[in-house]
């Protein structure tokens, strides 16, 4: 019983719940119990008060009884980053210089989770500031390799069945690169999408807040409650949004059209995970498109979002990091030391270039429904003393484009290998339904070739 | 006649063409002969089509003609400053360095100015870069001192009779000084509420468009037809805003309250003016409290102004300057060199800093209507080479605060001397009533001490 709950997706356990199937205590106590079987071995959590989860849950079935209206996430534990604010758990920011930090109230993205009726469940492990160096979670698929960072624990949490939804981060590949290691799916909604107030800031021009999912119409479910103007993030939008989770699910009006685009950094791209994406591409025939970033023009890209990203959190972490010492990794501090070094300059010339190249690309955007590109060099590394090299990731995010990884491929070993796609500014639902489409259109093939 | 067309305010002149009583062309050809009798002293055009502004002004009369419903500025002309884009002029900067350049479109503002009805009567001189190094104009009170800057020939012109209405920038103090050393009202609207597109960038942060006028009603009347949402100029809001001609009418609910401040550059007052202000706020008596800014808080703002211009300028104007070699000022270049220099650190500490000034001074609001204090050091100074301190508008312009010049005092050999009212952010038809109250308060001070 317990096991067939830790199956279910989101979007199941929502209408299992609304519908009165399953309580939301009955099922808050299954993910319990796989965390009890499983957490020693993958440490997803940072802070979890399993009675705190449980009242939570409770509140909401008596709610329900109550007969009022549910929200679309009634009833539904979900994980959040260390690094995002609520009221009811620590956030210490994967960091020493942050113990024993108690918001005193949620992130706006939680406030909203909470309004869509979600339960907090727990917090989840952050590398340290979100940033490199690593925390204590491990890959569900393979415990001696990592799970990606920053958003470690969100990924992980979701991939070992422990939760159907978790919220991450992304500044440079936090989310994107930990959803493909873990095998789940993961996205960095539009630059703007999704409000980062009360949410540990790096970068205003770089953070993005996404959510992780074990299917494509949860991530729509999820980001419908995320998504939205917030007074408090100067760079979301007053504009209404639309409806995600609907919006998985509409048909192409056309068959889609994707560019294969191996980026400036191809070179990075490990021989299987190079001849699984050749084969893909090849395998998909006129739906792809090879493209070209030319490097005279994109090259510059992965220095423009380091300048940016050095700089920012030099401004933002320089004096907190530059009191703690030895309490901060090296890693860190040569990086904030690094962004010490930039000039205004400098840090305003990567901004425009960040602008030029995201005009660029949209043009792009009028021949192609999204680009199809890796996360990752590979599989999960080996090891647990780093997370990956978010290499892949970084051109997305400078340039604020809508991205999802798919867990379509497999690598070395059997193990997950993402599929990046990425689409135009602002089009976040068009994104989900062209991804959607892929993912059923490499279902009937396979089912082709069965038959 | 002419000399009586000449004297008429905006407000004036739009409802005697609206009514019939005068066409827009006699009233453009009233202003051409003023130019033609005093231009030569006072140099405060950069490019005049006097056949082009009267050919606007026809069409204007055929479009009255034909039973057209008229916009509030129909007929009126306008000056514009030579470092805002227009389709019909050149744009130069003021400087050797843009010679002959013709943009193909209007800024946003002037798109704004002539969908309200106005005729594009010609640009007005700025200073370099509407930075410090002066342009060819000289103050209309006394030709051997300076007019202010950079939005020199807008003040100028206007002060002269030879247009009722201009419009001009601010970075530092472009507008507010400029305004007072030429005995007009200049307004520097609240940061974002009047679009920057098309306009010479220096700064993302400081740039502001406003208007020159010879009354407050003139002031709210063009501020009408400035204002609003521009999808490109990411800082504009897409709100509605107030009706700001009716706005200056209003009557006040309650007496206002004046915040006496003398900021912490008060030694940079000479003695006159020190003297013309104490007795003002005396005179004003319990409508007026002396409040001191602390120079701990707000003594670094001059300094975080420096940062964030000089860096943005290098960013901005760094390349086509670092080419141009003598073409520029040395004044210019010495102020991009320094801006080179800034780290990004730094000037995102600036930003950061910028932001809680204008936080802090936001409770300030709740016990006072209006901030009053000087605009410059004293009246215009002698002579041309120079366009005078800003450092009395610098904090306001940091602070994105909305700020008024009102012409309201005398200095040395009865040159005129203005007063400042600043206002709450994004409250600027407020701060208009509240000037307008003050006006009205004085007058009738002054009255009753001749009766």
């Known amino acids: 019983?317990?096991?067939?709950?830790?199956?279910?997706?989101?979007?199941?356990?929502?209408?299992?719940?609304?519908?009165?199937?399953?309580?939301?205590?009955?099922?808050?106590?299954?993910?319990?119990?796989?965390?009890?079987?499983?957490?020693d071995n993958v440490g997803a959590f940072q802070h979890l008060d399993r009675d705190h989860a449980l009242a939570q849950a409770k509140e909401r079935d008596a709610y329900r009884a109550n007969g009022n209206a549910l929200g679309p996430l009634h009833g539904v534990p979900v994980g959040i980053k260390d690094c995002i604010d609520t009221s009811d758990y620590p956030a210490e920011n994967g960091s020493a210089l942050f113990a024993g930090r108690r918001p005193y109230k949620d992130a706006t993205v939680v406030t909203k989770l909470r309004a869509a009726g979600a339960v907090i469940f727990g917090k989840t492990v952050t590398t340290e500031f979100a940033f490199y160096h690593p925390g204590k979670t491990k890959n569900p698929h393979d415990l001696e390799r990592t799970p990606g960072g920053s958003s470690s624990g969100s990924a992980a949490s979701v991939a070992a069945g422990m939760l159907p939804l978790a919220i991450g981060t992304q500044t440079n590949g936090s989310i994107i690169r930990p959803a493909a290691f873990c095998g789940v799916f993961g996205m960095k909604p539009s630059h703007g999408l999704v409000s980062r107030a009360g949410v540990l800031s790096h970068s205003r021009t770089l953070d993005h807040v996404g959510p992780f999912a074990r299917s494509l119409d949860d991530i729509g479910l999820i980001l419908d409650a995320m998504a939205g103007y917030d007074e408090n993030d100067p760079d979301t939008k007053p504009y209404a949004v639309p409806d995600f989770h609907s919006g998985v699910k509409q048909k192409v009006p056309l068959t889609p059209?994707?560019?294969?685009?191996?980026?400036?950094?191809?070179?990075?791209?490990?021989?299987?995970?190079?001849?699984?994406?050749?084969?893909?591409?090849?395998?998909?025939?006129?739906?792809?498109?090879?493209?070209?970033?030319?490097?005279?023009?994109?090259?510059?890209?992965?220095?423009?979002?380091?300048?940016?990203?050095?700089?920012?959190?030099?401004?933002?972490?320089?004096?907190?990091?530059?009191?703690?010492?030895?309490?901060?990794?090296?890693?860190?501090?040569?990086?904030?030391?690094?962004?010490?070094k930039v000039t205004a300059a400098r840090y305003l010339e990567a901004i425009s270039q960040a602008k030029q190249y995201t005009h660029a690309l949209s043009d792009f955007f009028d021949h192609y429904d999204a680009i199809l590109t890796p996360v990752s060099a590979g599989v999960a590394p080996k090891g647990l003393g780093a997370t990956g090299d978010p290499a892949f990731c970084s051109l997305w995010t400078l340039t604020g484009l809508p991205a999802i990884s798919l867990p379509l491929?497999?690598?070395?070993?059997?193990?997950?290998?993402?599929?990046?796609?990425?689409?135009?500014?602002?089009?976040?639902?068009?994104?989900?339904?062209?991804?959607?489409?892929?993912?059923?259109?490499?279902?009937?093939?396979?089912?082709?070739?069965?038959?």
Chains 1, 2 share one sequence.
Do not use: C
């Open 1 to 39: 019983m317990s096991a067939e709950f830790v199956e279910l997706t989101a979007t199941e356990a929502a209408g299992k719940i609304a519908r009165g199937d399953i309580s939301s205590e009955e099922y808050t106590r299954a993910l319990i119990a796989q965390v009890d079987s499983i957490e």
């Open 257 to 340: 059209r994707l560019a294969y685009v191996r980026t400036p950094v191809w070179d990075k791209a490990d021989k299987a995970t190079a001849e699984a994406f050749e084969e893909l591409a090849e395998s998909l025939g006129e739906i792809v498109q090879r493209v070209e970033l030319h490097a005279p023009i994109y090259g510059h890209a992965w220095d423009d979002l380091r300048a940016i990203m050095s700089a920012d959190m030099a401004h933002s972490h320089g004096k907190i990091v530059g009191r703690g010492g030895d309490a901060a990794s090296q890693t860190l501090r040569d990086f904030i030391a690094d962004g010490r």
């Open 409 to 451: 491929l497999q690598g070395e070993g059997g193990l997950p290998l993402g599929v990046q796609l990425v689409g135009p500014m602002g089009r976040d639902a068009r994104l989900l339904r062209t991804a959607k489409w892929l993912l059923n259109h490499l279902a009937h093939d396979q089912e082709a070739e069965v038959a």
